[in-house]
């Protein structure tokens, strides 16, 4: 893969941005439909002088991960949704270990093996994952740039503020090849960055530990204050949305993210060619959740279209970001469903009229 | 008149008091663990996965880097740390709880792959941490607070022998299993280790040192007779001595 203007595969686009961006470190185990990720990283990690592991399972490329970030490492897996909730367990490790890791979630559709269908039926274990209290940064790319961008960005985020990061794609996001113009002159801006909390040997220092067990009475509630200030920081600094047609004054507004955002920016020109008018807000981080941007934006707007490709997962955060449920309207396909733009243009006509 | 120093603390060693059960094997363990990064010169180029279990408290005692790791995972983390620091000596210190049971995948499959690494077993025959609960190890009609009628071979099957099941793989290098309840078994202990840790810096690959461990307060034992214990009945079924050592 090159710079400049490339056809190429959601996947493939997420290793290359990880090699970019210094990721040294990859293990992940066979699951559709991410499978190109850990093929293609067999050999391409190997390129560029990083080690490629095929863990044994997903229990075990996470707990990889775990190792090689407490060790100093960038390091990445990769996985879809059954293997992502047997990740959850390594994820709360890291995050109690304050570990950076860049975690790559393919979703497709559950409950159970489901099928191997787009979906996005992991908002919910994204953005409130594992056990314990803490979150990690999710991102929600909607086309093949931003599988790019995004992964790139997520790397310099983990280490900024010691967490992991999830790019949240689809199974639509993974498998679309797509005509993209790719800057690859970015330099990963904290790779070289010092790490003195990580393992490398106690040279000329007394050894250091990396824990998540705090058994001190009170140690553990200060750990999970100083966590959630981390927290307050990452919402202050990092919440991220795309806002579009609001020059228009449209009186209504569509909020979706991933494959749904796309979809709906046809829904959109549907729409206006029937003089409905719509903008649509789309949350670039799913944690933290873009509340305050959102609920500006649907005070100009009559209702708000909540699309998503599951029961009603993000619809939650939608409604405390607006606080008014009568202007909230759900339309979702689980299952491996994807919904066409026609097909959300009719369930917006069909409510406005 | 001038000091002679005979014998010091291990650099390799905090300040910390243990604060393992009396009798318990660990401490011993810990120390010979401390010597050994001492006398090889490795304080300053070792990395340690502490596991789940008593023993997740190692790294207040171990004065080098240590990192703990989930249930189990130990030797997965330990692999990508070694990957990503070859040059360093990387070890992972695990109970049967966490190793042979839990985390039974986890051992295999970096078994398999030859790892480059030293992992040192410390078999009790229950869990400990938790107060005594039957494990794979735990030994036939052996009361446990979850087998209170003794372990049952038709409910529980058979103690697991992690020794002489990973030396079948082509991959193992070195296994042995030994005890800690007197001085020459101490030694014998730690030259075992000794010998893992040598493996591994000359690049021999794989090596698995398990140690039978007393556990006098879950055994219901005074600290003699649980090394006693050992001694005459548990390395009947798990018999000391070198298993496999490949060149």
């Known amino acids: 893969m090159t710079t400049g203007k490339q056809l190429i595969k959601g996947n493939t686009a997420i290793v290359e941005a990880a090699l970019d961006a210094g990721c040294r470190f990859y293990a992940g185990y066979p699951i559709t439909p991410q499978n190109e990720i850990p093929e293609t990283m067999s050999w391409r990690m190997p390129e560029e002088g990083g080690t490629f592991i095929q863990a044994e399972s997903e229990l075990i490329s996470i707990n990889m991960v775990f190792g090689a970030s407490a060790a100093g490492a960038r390091a990445m897996t990769t996985s879809s949704s059954p293997g992502i909730s047997l990740m959850q367990e390594g994820i709360s490790y890291m995050a109690g270990c304050e570990l950076p890791a860049v975690l790559v979630n393919v979703m497709r559709g559950g409950p159970g093996l489901g099928n191997i269908a787009p979906s996005q039926s992991d908002y919910f274990q994204a953005v409130k994952p594992g056990h314990g209290d803490f979150h990690i940064i999710t991102l929600a790319p909607h086309n093949i740039s931003e599988m790019y961008d995004y992964t790139f960005d997520a790397f310099d985020l983990a280490d900024k503020y010691r967490i992991p990061v999830m790019i949240l794609a689809d199974g639509l996001l993974g498998q679309l090849m797509e005509n993209v113009e790719l800057d690859r002159s970015r330099k990963p801006a904290l790779l070289n960055a010092p790490k003195p909390w990580a393992l490398t040997g106690a040279s000329g220092r007394k050894g250091q530990r990396i824990v998540s067990l705090l058994m001190q009475p009170g140690a553990l509630e200060k750990h999970n204050m100083d966590l959630n200030e981390k927290y307050n920081l990452i919402k202050k600094n990092e919440t991220r949305h795309e806002l579009a047609g609001m020059e228009k004054s449209p009186e209504y507004l569509i909020a979706a993210f991933g494959t749904c955002a796309r979809i709906s920016k046809g829904t959109m020109n549907i729409a206006a060619d029937a003089g409905i008018k719509t903008g649509l807000f789309r949350p670039i981080t ?61 369930f917006i006509r069909g409510k406005v009229k | 008149m001038a000091e002679k120093i005979v014998y010091k603390k291990p650099d390799s060693l905090t300040d910390k008091i243990f604060s393992y059960c009396w009798g318990c094997g660990h401490s011993t363990v810990h120390k010979i663990i401390a010597e050994l990064i001492d006398e090889l010169g490795m304080r300053e180029k070792t990395i340690a996965v502490a596991p789940v279990g008593c023993a997740v408290f190692a790294y207040d005692f171990w004065n080098f880097d240590t990192t703990e790791a989930a249930h189990g995972r130990a030797p997965v983390v330990a692999t990508a740390i070694k990957r990503v620091h070859p040059g360093h000596l990387v070890f992972s210190y695990q109970g049967d709880g966490d190793l042979a049971s839990i985390g039974m995948a986890e051992i295999i499959h970096t078994a398999n792959r030859g790892e480059n690494l030293t992992i040192i077993f410390i078999n009790n025959t229950n869990y400990g941490m938790t107060g005594g609960q039957m494990a794979p190890t735990t030994l036939i009609g052996q009361k446990t607070t979850t087998s209170p009628a003794g372990r049952n071979i038709k409910q529980n099957g058979y103690p697991i022998k992690m020794s002489e099941m990973l030396a079948q793989f082509e991959s193992v290098k070195y296994v042995e299993r030994v005890k800690v309840t007197n001085a020459a078994s101490v030694i014998k202990a730690k030259k075992a280790i000794k010998k893992g840790f040598l493996n591994q810096l000359n690049g021999t690959g794989f090596s698995f ?13 005074e600290p003699l007779a649980a090394k006693a214990h050992i001694d005459g009945v548990i390395s009947k079924y798990y018999p000391v001595g070198l298993i496999k050592d490949i060149k």
């Open chain 1, 286 to 346: 799913l944690w933290p959740f873009p509340y305050e941007a959102l609920k500006e934006a649907a005070k100009k707007v009559k209702k708000v279209f909540v699309f998503e490709m599951n029961l009603g997962q993000m619809v939650e955060d939608v409604r405390l970001a607006v606080g008014d449920d009568s202007k909230i309207e759900f339309y979702g396909r689980p299952g491996g469903g994807v919904p066409t733009a026609e097909e959300l243009f009719e």
């Open chain 2, 209 to 221: 040192i398990e140690v039978l461990s007393a556990c006098p307060a879950n055994w219901r034992m």
